[in-house]
Nanobody, 122 residues
Framework: VQLQASGGGSVQRGESLRLSCTASGFTLMHSATGWFRQAPGKGREGVASISSSDGSTFYTEFVKGRFTISRDNDKNTVFLQMNSLKPEDTAVYYC????????????????WGQGTLVTVSS
């Protein structure tokens, strides 16, 4: 049972990246999946989440209109499309599933993948 996050990299302000979170050993669609990030010296914070029941999506205020979370059940993968990236988006991004609490609360998730680094320069 494993989550694999990928797709991070170094980009310039205003550019885009798409992160992928792929599950192995279980079916990802059976639980909500969220993306979180942790900038240097800061705590982990919720970015976006997608429900398992009806695909409802949830975003934190600072990414609304720029980031889009989606899922491909055939690929057992959840994506995070990040557009109009800003230097303040620089962080290690994590995906997590097996929701047991609030959609955007890191403490609400039981299974975590390793992080993928996103660096946005000005």
């Amino acid at each position: 049972v494993q989550l694999q996050a990928s797709g991070g990299g170094s980009v310039q302000r205003g550019e885009s990246l798409r992160l992928s979170c792929t599950a192995s050993g279980f079916t990802l669609m059976h639980s909500a999946t969220g993306w979180f990030r942790q900038a240097p010296g800061k705590g982990r914070e919720g970015v976006a989440s997608i429900s398992s029941s009806d695909g409802s999506t949830f975003y934190t205020e600072f990414v609304k209109g720029r980031f889009t979370i989606s899922r491909d059940n055939d690929k057992n993968t959840v994506f995070l499309q990040m557009n109009s990236l800003k230097p303040e988006d620089t962080a290690v991004y994590y995906c997590a599933t097996d929701l047991r609490g609030d959609y955007l609360d890191p403490n609400g998730y039981a299974l975590w993948g390793q992080g993928t680094l996103v660096t946005v320069s000005s």
